[in-house]
């Protein structure tokens, strides 16, 4: 399970979805990892180190979440912790997050730990502007389109990542674009560069917004990681 902590991330992100009367909220975000005992050096590392759904809330208002849990495998025991709070006002959301966690080898007894620190967040609900929703997976997904131009200004997502012939597991976050629109809503980017690989496509129509992902790492320790095809769908406010 190391490659979730050596794995370089370039961004993070958190999303909030605005609907109706109730607040289903999704967030994924890296934060800095100690990783001298597992490396033998004093370097850090990015990782994307929580991603969750939380259900539950009235609009307006304030909420606030906690959340623990654990986990494991035959090299490595993990315990996450995580906390968010917010408020919402009209069409607008912000408020704080933080996500800590622990790794523990189990042959060694050593620890390596992350944690975000407080993190602020913001989110604004934009009719047919701002889309949000989850990937098959149930990572979060948000997209941007940008007001007055036929252009998606970003696509922000979180996918899960299975390795071969290892069979590690984990979770990245980035965000995607700019992506032009064509005349039928549909958008898309490809990356096939050294050790990377993405393809994703989508259409808006509406108040929907629908795609999909296709992901590939290749990792220094010759495992290919791969996300598979995953769908996603995302609403806008319509009023």
């Excluded at 597992?38 to 994307?48: E, H, I, N, V």
Aim: hydrophobic letters at 40%.
């Amino acid at each position: 399970m190391l490659k979730d902590k050596l794995h370089q991330a370039q961004s993070k992100v958190w999303n909030w979805w605005l609907c109706g009367t109730w607040l289903e909220a999704a967030m994924s975000l890296l934060a800095t990892c100690a990783m001298a005992l597992f490396l033998g050096t004093g370097d850090a590392s990015a990782a994307t180190i929580a991603t969750g759904t939380i259900y539950g809330g009235h609009i307006p208002g304030d909420f606030r979440a906690h959340g623990q849990s654990t986990g494991g495998d035959n090299n490595e025991a993990w315990a996450f912790d995580e906390s968010v709070s917010g408020r919402i006002r009209g069409d607008r959301a912000k408020g704080s997050y933080r996500a800590t966690a622990v790794f523990t080898d189990v042959a060694t007894g050593a620890r390596a730990s992350c944690d975000s620190g407080p993190v602020s967040w913001s989110a604004v609900s934009a009719p047919k502007r701002v889309y949000a929703g989850l990937t098959q997976q149930n990572l979060p997904v948000v997209i941007e389109r940008r007001k007055g131009t036929g252009q998606i200004g970003q696509v922000r997502m979180a996918w899960e990542y299975a390795c071969t012939p290892s069979g590690d597991t984990f979770t990245m976050a980035a965000p995607l674009g700019p992506m032009r629109l064509d005349a039928g809503g549909r958008f898309g980017l490809t990356i096939d560069s050294a050790g990377i690989g993405m393809r994703l496509t989508g259409r808006v129509r509406g108040a929907l917004a629908s795609g999909t992902i296709d992901m590939r790492y290749e990792a220094d320790d010759g495992d290919t990681c791969r996300s598979g095809v995953q769908p996603f769908t995302a609403l806008s406010s319509t009023k």
